[in-house]
């Protein structure tokens, strides 16, 4: 590790035995919500232009997602116990402002800023991370040279330049698994769990914003308080799928899994990938909420109609690509749920409220036929 990395920055760390607490810290929780702005940031993007919006927000999204969730991992096997690491996660989280900052002229006027804010946040992680697992130093290059790219496209013309630079950024870090082999990394199951589960209460928590922003300066009438309450049943019943169903089997099944690569990928694929769907879902969704507040009496445009259905849909499929990889059980009904979820938007160009109502009827139906096989499983099965 001293070839790596100077002596005096060069640390022992040993994994937290699975059998002791973990705790997510203050600052962990203080780092997360810097990612509020990110995300609101995404949403502003969609509901602008939901086509090209979406586009972008997939590609810039990837990247972030992929270094975002990279510091749960972080703070997973270093602990923000120390000042000096303390000072370098705060120095970090002025990176991601920066980058949050910036998300919206990334593919307009453009400007160096963005990668400047990337190249902080991944020289922090990387250096850090070194001090716990040298297997880390091939994603940490990989990580430099999506980087790297991000540079390329915005210091590049506008249009299909920067798209196609932000793609291959996204590209290079998410292709890390295939040849990564993930020896050397271990991963305490109730913390990393825990992390990703808080960052998907900030997005939901950007939902409720975006209610709020479409509000302002409207009337209080039907019109608006339908379509809010509405939006947060949406919510809820996403919040419910995910923490009341999915997380607390998750952590079961990690802890479970007793090998080390084995436990990381789980992670990856459960807890990485399939949340990129989860998240961008929630983004969708608020972009949706944006256009419905304040017009529940009203029918809504197609695309709206496409947010609203399709954010939900996107975020049930992610949520049956966790259960897949853990693996929890019955993780069709998600993708089934997710169909029906669809098949209801064509409501929205009736009446905005006939769809909100019919998506929260149908996802609460979801729940309930989930409870209900779920305990019948649980029920012994009669001796003859």
């Known amino acids: 590790m001293t070839r790596i990395l100077p002596s005096w920055f060069v640390e022992r760390i040993n994994p937290v035995p699975d059998e002791d607490d973990l705790p997510v810290s203050t600052l962990e929780l203080f780092f997360d919500l810097i990612f509020v702005f990110t995300v609101a940031q995404f949403t502003a993007i969609i509901a602008h232009d939901p086509l090209i919006g979406l586009l972008q ?3 810039m999204f ?17 602990p923000p116990e120390r000042p000096a690491r303390r000072i370098l996660l705060l120095i970090a989280m002025a990176g991601w402002l920066v980058i949050a ?3 919206p002229a990334a593919f307009e006027s453009g400007g160096l800023w963005i990668a400047v804010g990337l190249l902080v946040v991944v020289l922090v992680h990387g250096l850090m991370y070194l001090q716990a697992a040298r297997a880390f130093g091939p994603v940490f290059i990989a990580n430099l040279a999506a980087v790297a790219a991000v540079f390329a496209a915005e210091l590049g013309p506008e249009g299909l330049w920067r798209y196609v630079f932000w793609g291959l950024a996204t590209a290079i870090v998410w292709s890390v698994p295939i040849w990564h082999g993930q020896r050397g990394l271990n991963l305490h199951p109730a913390h990393i769990t825990e992390r990703h589960g808080l960052v998907v209460i900030v997005a939901l ?42 997380l607390p089997a998750t952590e ?13 990928r789980k992670v990856l694929v459960g807890l990485s990938y399939s949340f990129i769907p989860v998240l961008i879902g929630i983004l969708v969704t608020a972009a949706g909420l944006k256009h419905a507040v304040g017009h529940a009496m009203e029918p809504l445009d197609p695309a709206s109609t496409l947010l609203l259905s399709g954010g939900v849909a996107m975020f049930l499929l992610g949520t049956a690509g966790l259960r897949f990889s853990m693996p929890l059980p019955r993780p069709w009904e998600r993708v089934a749920l997710a169909a029906v979820v669809l098949l209801v938007a064509p409501l929205g160009l009736v009446n905005t409220a006939l769809q909100l109502g019919a998506i929260v009827i149908v996802l609460i139906a979801g729940l309930e036929v989930e409870r209900r096989t779920a305990k019948a499983a649980l029920k012994p099965v009669p001796s003859e």
Request: aromatic share 12%.
């Open 205 to 246: 928590g950007e939902s409720v914003v975006a209610i709020g922003i479409g509000a302002a300066g409207l009337p209080i009438d039907a019109d608006l308080l339908v379509a809010a309450v509405l939006g947060l049943a949406i919510g809820a019943c996403m919040w419910w799928s995910l923490f009341v169903h999915d």
């Open 101 to 103: 900052l910036t998300i």
């Open 57 to 59: 927000t997939v590609l």
């Open 252 to 264: 079961h099944a990690l802890t479970a899994t007793t090998d080390a690569v084995k436990r990381v």
């Open 62 to 78: 990837g990247f972030l997602w992929w270094i975002y969730a990279g510091y749960s991992w972080l703070t997973n096997v270093i």
